[in-house]
Each structure stands twice: as C-alpha cells, then as structure tokens.
C-alpha cells in the first residue's frame, strides 16, 4: 500500500506529462539531458583554461641579477650599479643647509632655524629624556644611569664652555657624535635635533638665570599662595 502511494506522489497521472518528461514519464528527454551534460562539459574545459593561463612562470622566472651575481652585460662584470651622480633619495633633499647640518658654510649657526614655543620645548624634553638624559641625566649635569654605571661622564651643559657654545655645535655633534659620543642622525630627525638643542638652552637657563630672567621678577618676592587647612573626613 505504501508502494502504490509513493508511486503515485513521485509520478504524475498519465496525460497530465509535462511537455519536458520523456516518454517514459520519468526526467527531461534524452536530447535535453545530452545538452546538459555537454554544457558542464564546456564548463569543465573554460576552468582548465583558465588555470592553465594563470600558472605562468613570468613573474617566478624574472629576468634579473641576484645580489653580487657576475653581469655579462657590462664591462666590469658588475651587477650592482652605482647610482647616477647627483643622485637624492625621494624625501630626502637637503636645500636649507643651516637646517641640516647646523652650519653656515664653515660657520656654526647662532640661533635656532625656528621660533622657540611650548610646544617646541614639549618635543626636546620628551627626545632629550630619550636619548640624552641616560648620560647627561635629566638637568644636564653629566651624571645619568650610564654614568653611574661605569660610562666615562660627559662635560655638564651648565660649563662656561658649552654655555658659551652656539646653538649649532649641539646640533652638529648630535648629528656627527663627538669623543665617545656616537651619531643619532639615525635615530633623531634633524626636526627633532633642534628641539633637543632648544631645551638645552633651556636647562641652561634655568640654572644660571638671572632675576630679571623670571617673570614677575626675583621669584624670592612672590607672594606665596595662602596655606589651605587640611580636609577633615
């Protein structure tokens, strides 16, 4: 009984085939399913193709030179060619020569490239605590951690020498190094070299500033803001 009424749902009254049933009432005719599979079949090919056309070796097999490969293509059988003369690296054009390397042909420059604001001396406190206080510690006196750990200890900022010293030598000797000191051309922006050199005179300052130096004048005689008494909780 189940047979007859499965037979029934899966296969239609006789008469009422559809125009695309064969003639045994059961799927598409013997031409369309033909048509079918020939389709996959061109599906099938189109793939292939075009994997095929994707697999090419051009950018595997480069025509190029591994690094010291000997050249037959030019006379001194090198590979690796000098850059032109006159040659600068994108970004890299150095037209303000005070700018980049603290001098004036073979003078020392006597002012900093730019005016000195809060936040010029926010930078060079931040890139001097960086890079500079671990040996001229944090006020410039030549006694920071490596000093105290054995590195041979640095002239203080607060010399008559370097007092006396144009805001260009700082920059110069960051730029080159100086005795033990290395280069930090690497490290620092020449943008950042500057600030540094701006807060330098500002901790020179502020060890050998005089009263007119300090707003309001001799900071001794500044009113003291009243005591507040303590909070009870």
Known sequence: MKSTLRQQRLRPERGAKSPRESAWGWGPRRNEKSGQRAISQLAVVLICLAAVAGCRQDMH???????LRESAFFENTSSARTLVEGTIARGTLQTDTAFFTGKNGAML???????????VLDRGQERFNIYCAPCHDATGSGNGLVVQRGYPRPLTYHSDRLRQMEA????????NGFGRMPDYRAQIT???????????????L???????????????????PAATAPVKH
């Open 61 to 67: 097999d480069q025509p190029k030179y591994r690094p």
């Open 109 to 119: 420059v006597t002012e900093l490239p730019f005016p000195v604001t809060q936040a």
């Open 168 to 175: 260009g030598y700082f920059f110069d000797v960051m730029t």
């Open 190 to 204: 020449p943008r950042d070299r500057w600030n540094i050199v701006a807060y330098i005179r500002a901790l020179q």
């Open 206 to 224: 502020s060890q050998h500033a005089a009263t007119a130096d300090v707003p309001g004048g001799d900071p001794t005689k500044i009113a003291k």
